[in-house]
């Protein structure tokens, strides 16, 4: 069964600071990666996502996220973090052998910057 | 990206009464839809996945007679909450994704419902 951990249950910065995400994932076989956002009161929404090819993967609003294979990791990274992008961030998880296209989440970090 | 409405956004009944929720997806035919439940400080536990036109699939701990999930289309499925109970009170969100070629589309997730029971 997959399962993914991320590290950082809470993380709070300073506006201008850089932000990284930890993320590992565990599956055997391939997988599809995603980073989901959900802001205040609102729906989940895709940053970015890995299926295939460079394992640099550039997103929406400046955030990139790295696929290391060997170390089942999908960390999130921006290089410098708004008070807008205060948020949960939820990386997931797809095994793409057949599991029925299930997306299986982590616990979530929060994301809180300070102005 | 693609839009999936879910509706009630917000809801409260008695307890013992049922609850329906629906998921549509408004531009695209989901060939798959899935329920989750986020409790606060939580992640999303994956509730179930429904199929269009077949049974949906529950994960273990899940109590299919207490959530229905019916698929009856491409672009909707409805979650009911039978028999409700304080405990069912959380906060309830579907996705759908459309399976193309070799594999599935990203998931486009609803804006949730929030459930209370009293």
């Known amino acids: 069964a997959q399962s993914v951990s991320q590290h950082n249950h809470h993380v709070i910065l300073s506006e201008a600071a850089s932000l990284e995400l930890g993320c590992n994932y565990s599956y055997g076989g391939t997988v599809n990666l995603f980073w989901y956002v959900q802001y205040p009161g609102q729906h989940l929404q895709l940053l970015l996502k890995y299926f295939s090819g460079d394992p640099l993967v550039k997103g929406i609003k400046g955030f990139e996220a790295e696929f290391i294979k060997s170390k089942f990791s999908f960390n999130l990274r921006k290089p410098s973090v708004q008070w807008s992008d205060t948020a949960e961030y939820f990386c997931a998880v797809n095994a793409r052998d057949n599991q029925g296209g299930k997306l299986i989440f982590g616990q979530g970090t929060e994301l809180s910057v300070k102005p | 990206g693609a839009v999936v409405s879910q509706h009630p956004s917000r809801v409260i009944c008695k307890s013992g009464t049922s609850v329906k929720i629906e998921c549509r997806s408004l531009d695209f035919q989901a060939t798959t839809m899935f329920w989750y439940r986020q409790f606060p400080k939580k992640s999303l536990m994956l509730m179930a996945t429904?199929?269009?036109?077949?049974?949906?699939?529950?994960e273990q701990g899940v109590e299919k007679d207490k959530f229905l999930i019916n698929h009856a289309s491409l672009t909707l499925s409805t979650l009911t909450v039978t028999s409700a109970h304080p405990e069912d009170s959380s906060f309830y969100i579907c996705?759908?994704?459309?399976?193309?070629?070799?594999?599935?589309?990203?998931?486009?997730f609803g804006q949730g419902t929030r459930l209370t029971v009293v």
């Open positions: 429904s199929n269009e036109g077949s049974k949906a699939t529950y």
């Open positions: 996705s759908a994704r459309r399976f193309q070629g070799v594999g599935y589309t990203e998931a486009f």
